[in-house]
């Protein structure tokens, strides 16, 4: 944390960027750290390759995100959030790597450390949660809008502080963010009670893909291309799904497919207790965290699914 600290004092120019398929923790940490570091006379952009989802539109700041990168002369440090390795950063990630110093701030366990100044906490709940922090021990400002997206940011990585990576710190975060100005109520409505009605659709039909194997104990769904169409809805509007099959009693890890393009799938994984799915996400060059993690998998849909069931049957033998 230190090392990241005294970037962030000595730069002036940053560039924020995070993973491609942005989810709350992503644009949440992204939005706050760019208020907190502009609050301290700082010059900051956001630059994400995806648009933000409808949902975290409401944050402050978040119509100030480029889609579009900027040249990155301008800038003396990037800072990457909630990433892992910086390929995640989609196809400016040659463009980005080239910026003088890179920071990185992540909670992942698979983090093999990849930039000049990194500070990796798996044991945090989310990186929200560690921008948290690092505003806490630098003495930085949080106003009433930035307490929002650090809320947002932890409430979604934690499932509504339903997950086993809850702690002591999460709630203590959580409760200082309140204090500042962080309305529970309004980031909730708006990020679990504003979906699209296309997103209904979708869930409608890929309910019908749910199955389940290894004697109950593995829940999937599928979300194919053509579900898409059908139900005229985006990619972005699949968050949560994969917790779906995790609701079932008996279920120890849900798997959500998520087809990319013909034969080439996104795997999401969920599980209940101690079984580790970033151990499975691993086998297939994935990653994340103990009970949450995702890779890419090439093949048929059959395929890719039998392929995945083996390690899960072989990791839990």
């Known amino acids: 944390m230190e090392e990241v600290l005294d970037a962030l004092r000595r730069f002036d120019h940053f560039l924020l960027t995070s993973h491609e398929r942005l989810d709350g923790d992503a ?177 409608g039909i890929v309910l019908k893909s749910l199955s389940f194997d290894l004697g109950g104990k593995v829940g999937s769904l599928v979300v194919t291309l053509d579900a898409l169409v059908a139900a005229g809805a985006i990619p972005e509007m699949t968050e949560n799904f994969v917790d779906l099959p995790r609701s079932v009693k008996g279920v120890t890890v849900s798997i959500l497919f998520s087809e990319l393009s013909p034969n080439h799938f996104k795997v999401s994984l969920r599980s209940k207790g101690s079984f580790n799915v970033e151990r499975v996400a691993a086998v297939f060059k994935g990653g994340g965290h103990v009970n949450a993690a995702a890779c890419r998998i090439e093949g048929d849909l059959e395929t890719v699914r039998r392929r995945l069931l083996d390690v899960i049957r072989e990791d839990r033998s």
């Open 27 to 203: 644009v949440g940490s992204e939005l706050a750290l760019c208020r907190i570091l502009r609050t301290s006379g700082k010059c900051v952009e956001i630059y994400n390759q995806d648009p933000t989802p409808a949902n975290y539109r409401f944050l402050p700041g978040a119509d100030e995100i480029l889609n579009v990168l900027p040249p990155v002369e301008r800038y003396e440090a990037a800072v990457i959030l909630d990433c892992g390795e910086l390929a995640r950063v989609g196809r400016e990630a040659q463009r980005i790597g080239s910026i003088p110093c890179l920071v990185n701030i992540d909670h992942h366990v698979s983090n093999g450390g990849f930039c000049d100044r990194t500070w990796i906490e798996p044991s945090a709940s989310s990186t929200g949660e560690m921008v948290f922090r690092l505003a806490e021990r630098g003495g930085f400002e949080l106003d009433s809008e930035t307490a929002n997206c650090l809320y947002a940011a932890i409430l979604t990585d934690t499932g509504g502080f339903r997950y086993g990576n809850t702690g002591t710190e999460t709630l203590r975060a959580a409760s200082v963010l309140v204090d500042r100005g962080a309305s529970p109520q309004n980031i909730s409505e708006n990020v679990y009670e504003s979906y699209p009605a296309e997103r209904f659709r979708l869930l």
